[in-house]
């Protein structure tokens, strides 16, 4: 086989091109909430279910990851179980069991939690981001926790919609996926 094609063939075979595609894909959507902050709150939760639901495949995948890479370690059942946990939650934003505005935004806040917890609880358990001053893992998931904080206070301002947090939340969670491929 050639040079090149078996170049292509092991940057497919690795399980981590797909966590660089969804970050930027999450990054864009981020960054294009952004601009369009306005979309009606339904729009915007088809949105968020649609990345819970890949966040869910996400976390397959980086259970897999892990898995590839240390066989022993028990964080990798955390992702296995957020992974159903985001699908089962894309699943119920998607099809609009709730139609109650505020109980979407306090499950959209919840998801933002739930998805990060078992990333921080691997970054804490590996010591993940201590080489640096200011551990960035930290940081970041302490942004996503006051995302989800605004998430729901923005159902009771008119200041500012949830776009703009669920906007905040996925450039972290895409900031995070990149740092969390970094420290691999």
């Not at 930027?24 to 979309?39: D, E, N």
């Not at 139609?99 to 990060?116: C, E, K, R």
């Not at 729901?152 to 919609?161: A, E, N, W």
Request: proline letters at 3%; glycine letters at 4%; hydrophobic letters at 55%.
């Amino acid at each position: 086989m050639p040079e090149k094609l078996k170049s292509v063939v092991y940057f497919l075979d690795n399980h981590e091109w797909i966590n660089t595609v969804i970050s930027l894909i999450m990054a864009a959507s981020g960054i294009y909430l952004f601009f369009h902050y306005t979309a009606s709150i339904y729009e915007l939760f088809i949105m968020i279910g649609l990345f819970a639901i890949l966040k869910g495949f996400l976390n397959f995948n980086t259970f897999f990851i892990i898995e590839t890479i240390n066989k022993h370690n028990k964080q990798k059942n955390m992702f296995l179980v957020g992974a159903l946990v985001n699908i089962f939650i894309g699943t119920i934003i998607i099809l609009n069991l709730v139609t109650n505005p505020l109980s979407l935004l306090v499950i959209a806040s919840l998801w933002m939690i739930i998805d990060s917890v078992p990333y921080f609880v691997y970054v804490v358990k590996r010591k993940l981001g201590q080489e640096y001053k200011f551990n960035p893992f930290k940081i970041t998931f302490s942004l996503i926790v006051l995302c989800s904080i605004l998430t729901i206070v923005s159902h009771y301002t008119l200041t500012f919609g949830p776009a703009i947090p669920v906007a905040c939340f996925l450039l972290l969670a895409s900031a995070n996926i990149i740092l969390f491929q970094r420290e691999h």
